[in-house]
């Protein structure tokens, strides 16, 4: 794959490629002031035949993404993609509980933590004709000793 053109997604020639560092191919473009850039092995797509490497991404977003120099930084490169491995995996509390700030965590599971009742539960006393001292419904209190 050395010495391959490489062709992003919005059909510009963007450089050739000079290696391989880890899961990353690193791309050398420019004629006068050379930069070189790690693009995943994931957005990348080689044709031996035509010795292109056909790219998934679009030239500005390789352009954009963390120049490769002295030390290589594979966290950095993952991260400006998108990929999972640029993030850190939210942590646990054990036996698959959440954390009250975890991002998994549903608008519903926030109701019911702040003793909020949840759409769900609403609707059941709509459906019900139930009546909260806070909520005394679209209609009016229904009394039925009227």
Known sequence: MEGYDVITSDEHKLGHVVGTIGDNVIVEHGTLRKTKHAVPKTFAHADDGEQVVRLTVSKELVESSPKVQDEFDAHAVAEHYGLASGYEAPETLGDGELLP????????DDELRAGIPTAEQERLRARRGDVTPESPGLLGERNPER
Not at 101 to 108: G, H, K, N, S, V
């Open 101 to 108: 700030d975890d991002p998994a965590l549903t608008a519903e």
